[in-house]
């Protein structure tokens, strides 16, 4: 069957189709193409200059309205799908911090004997401990057996890496929301900043399905969170600084901090300086390109410094520790 030259179809996606996001609903379609009453699915990439959509339908299938009404049914299910799949995501990053209380209250009975702006940072640190948990664990995975991006790093397929991106977004958002709500107890702008930016360059990896593979290189990063917010944790009980649970994770949020967000700059610049002026990276655009390179930038700025403070506070403790050590010795006439 003869089909028509490529159709474009506007009126359809922004008229019959009623959608209240059209560009979301760009974002995230699939092209199907019905071909004698049957439907198969094909990856929408870049049919509609300007909006990525194409339709491809034959003259007998267009004319048919049940084809038709099929096809407006099916691609309005699926824009509202996705968004239920976002809202169902952020909806689950915020009920953390409520569930928090009472999971923290069964772990960890000092909880109840924090003030009410510890609780509520302290059930933010959770939150973001599970997040970041959850985003390190599959981004590992990903890292290392996600055939697809690791060949083509700015091109792979990135269904796999969209989902971890999304559940990082999702949880980005609500803690921005947190953030905000919560601001004389819990506010940051060097949070406000990194939040931002992360979801700035998520959007790239989500709407266009570019640089896959360095989005997630970039959440390994979120693996040493959990020791930065232990260490807070062992604040807010009021722990010895000197006591070995709180020096071993000082030592170990030190190590892994340096090696997550650290010790990746120089193979990320060194990646970006072997693919400028090739094919791959001349088709991402200037403005996808432009904001690569600088949200990096801005994430790895604020790295350092938290390196160095950490750094410094590290040293401290192990003195302190140090000092103790050397202080129980001496009492038991044990000088080492």
Same mark, same amino acid.
């Given at each position: 069957?003869?089909?028509?030259?490529?159709?474009?179809?506007?009126?359809?996606?922004?008229?019959?189709?009623?959608?209240? /996001?059209?560009?979301?609903?760009?974002?995230?379609?699939?092209?199907?193409?019905?071909?004698?009453?049957?439907?198969?699915?094909?990856?929408?990439?870049?049919?509609?200059?300007?909006?990525?959509?194409?339709?491809?339908?034959?003259?007998?299938?267009?004319?048919?309205?049940?084809?038709?009404?099929?096809?407006?049914?099916?691609?309005?299910?699926?824009?509202?799908?996705?968004?239920?799949?976002?809202?169902?995501?952020?909806?689950?990053?915020?009920?953390?911090?409520?569930?928090?209380?009472?999971?923290?209250?069964?772990?960890?009975?000092?909880?109840?004997?924090?003030?009410? /702006?510890?609780?509520?940072?302290?059930?933010? +640190?959770?939150?973001?401990?599970?997040?970041?948990?959850?985003?390190?664990?599959?981004?590992?995975?990903?890292?290392?057996?996600?055939?697809?991006?690791?060949?083509?790093?700015?091109?792979?397929?990135?269904?796999?890496?969209?989902?971890?991106?999304?559940?990082?977004?999702?949880?980005?958002?609500?803690?921005?929301?947190?953030?905000?709500?919560?601001?004389?107890?819990?506010?940051?702008?060097?949070?406000?900043?990194?939040?931002?930016?992360?979801?700035?360059?998520?959007?790239?990896?989500?709407?266009?399905?570019?640089?896959?593979?360095?989005?997630?290189? +970039?959440?390994?990063?979120?693996?040493?969170?959990?020791?930065?917010?232990?260490?807070?944790?062992?604040?807010?009980?009021?722990?010895? +600084?000197?006591?070995?649970?709180?020096?071993?994770?000082?030592?170990?949020?030190?190590?892994?901090?340096?090696?997550?967000?650290?010790?990746?700059?120089?193979?990320?610049?060194?990646?970006?300086?072997?693919?400028?002026?090739?094919?791959?990276?001349? +088709?991402?655009?200037?403005?996808?390109?432009?904001?690569?390179?600088?949200?990096?930038?801005?994430?790895?700025?604020?790295?350092?410094?938290?390196?160095?403070?950490?750094?410094?506070?590290?040293? /401290?403790?192990?003195?302190?520790?140090?000092?103790?050590?050397?202080?129980?010795?001496?009492?038991?006439?044990?000088?080492?």
């Amino acid at each position: 069957m003869n089909h028509l030259k490529w159709l474009h179809v506007p009126s359809l996606v922004l008229g019959e189709f009623n959608s209240p /996001k059209p560009f979301f609903f760009f974002s995230h379609l699939h092209l199907w193409t019905c071909r004698s009453y049957s439907w198969s699915p094909k990856p929408l990439d870049k049919y509609w200059p300007g909006t990525g959509f194409e339709l491809s339908l034959s003259l007998a299938e267009w004319n048919s309205a049940q084809e038709l009404n099929r096809l407006k049914k099916y691609g309005y299910q699926l824009h509202t799908g996705h968004q239920h799949c976002y809202h169902r995501l952020f909806h689950l990053s915020a009920s953390f911090h409520f569930v928090s209380c009472w999971f923290s209250a069964k772990v960890s009975p000092g909880f109840n004997n924090l003030n009410l /702006k510890k609780k509520i940072e302290w059930n933010s +640190r959770v939150v973001s401990t599970c997040h970041s948990l959850v985003v390190g664990v599959v981004g590992l995975y990903i890292f290392w057996f996600d055939e697809a991006t690791i060949a083509d790093p700015l091109w792979g397929d990135p269904s796999f890496v969209k989902v971890n991106i999304a559940v990082s977004s999702s949880y980005l958002i609500s803690d921005l929301f947190i953030l905000i709500l919560y601001w004389k107890v819990i506010g940051d702008k060097y949070y406000i900043i990194h939040h931002c930016t992360a979801l700035y360059a998520y959007y790239f990896i989500l709407s266009e399905g570019v640089l896959a593979y360095i989005g997630n290189f +970039r959440l390994l990063a979120e693996l040493s969170t959990p020791f930065v917010n232990q260490r807070w944790f062992f604040e807010a009980l009021s722990y010895p +600084r000197v006591s070995k649970a709180y020096v071993i994770n000082g030592v170990l949020m030190t190590a892994v901090f340096f090696v997550m967000r650290i010790a990746s700059i120089p193979p990320l610049y060194a990646y970006i300086y072997s693919v400028l002026g090739t094919e791959a990276y001349r +088709r991402l655009g200037a403005l996808i390109q432009c904001s690569w390179i600088s949200s990096c930038v801005v994430l790895d700025v604020m790295n350092v410094m938290w390196m160095v403070k950490i750094s410094k506070g590290c040293i /401290k403790v192990i003195s302190l520790f140090r000092q103790e050590k050397a202080r129980r010795s001496l009492q038991n006439g044990k000088l080492d």
